[in-house]
């Protein structure tokens, strides 16, 4: 198959791509991942995942490979869109608006293919409601430190999994890559996987 490049520092989309046999390498962006005002959760979502790409594009200096993906996760609920939390006290406000409360997971993920020299993405929603949590138990996640470097302060494949009560739509999205929608992607941009990769 042909190498992707990755453009993500995220172990779990790495692990995503381990799991799905592609061959990878890893590029970090280096782009400050803010939000532009008055844009919507979903083109924010798709406005970072495309910001990757091309961040990684200048660094590579016009040596482009075929492939490149690039993906951004964040959650949306009452109207404001949270990131990444600065600290342990912007992860517990976090945690706090979620408690006993439904909010939306957004991954947009965008594929460069470089034999078109075009750039595609999609974006999808995943619903996720957390039961109601003591002030005992969000300490005790806060204290695991799983929350640093997570969309909305928590991972939903790890301990915090233990807080949810219902996840409505695609799993792998809110841990942070569509993998349907992303293998839908690969097929109508002809990358060489699965079916295509055998004819």
Not at 58 to 83: E, H, R
Not at 97 to 124: P, Q
Not at 157 to 179: H, R
């Amino acid at each position: 198959m042909e190498p992707i490049v990755l453009a993500s520092g995220s172990l779990r989309r790495q692990e995503y791509f381990r799991v799905l046999d592609l061959p990878f390498s890893i590029i970090p962006p280096q782009i400050e991942e803010s939000f532009v005002s008055g844009l919507s959760p979903v083109e924010q979502s798709e406005k970072l995942a495309r910001d990757k790409i091309n961040a990684v594009i200048d660094m590579l200096n016009g040596k482009l490979p075929l492939w490149i993906v690039g993906a951004d996760t964040l959650i949306s609920i009452d109207g404001d869109v949270l990131g990444k939390p600065k600290d342990r006290e912007d992860a517990r406000q976090m945690l706090l608006r979620f408690n006993d409360r439904t909010h939306e997971v957004i991954t947009s993920v965008a594929l460069y293919n470089g034999r078109t020299k075009t750039v595609c993405s999609k974006t999808v929603k995943t619903i996720v409601t957390f039961a109601a949590v003591t002030k005992d138990d969000l300490e005790w996640y806060l204290d695991t430190g799983e929350w640093q470097g997570a969309a909305g302060a928590y991972k939903i494949q790890g301990l915090a999994a233990c807080f949810i009560s219902e996840i409505k739509g695609s799993f792998s999205n809110a841990v942070g890559l569509p993998i349907h929608e992303f293998y839908v992607m690969l097929k109508e941009n002809g990358y060489p996987y699965g079916v295509l990769e055998k004819q």
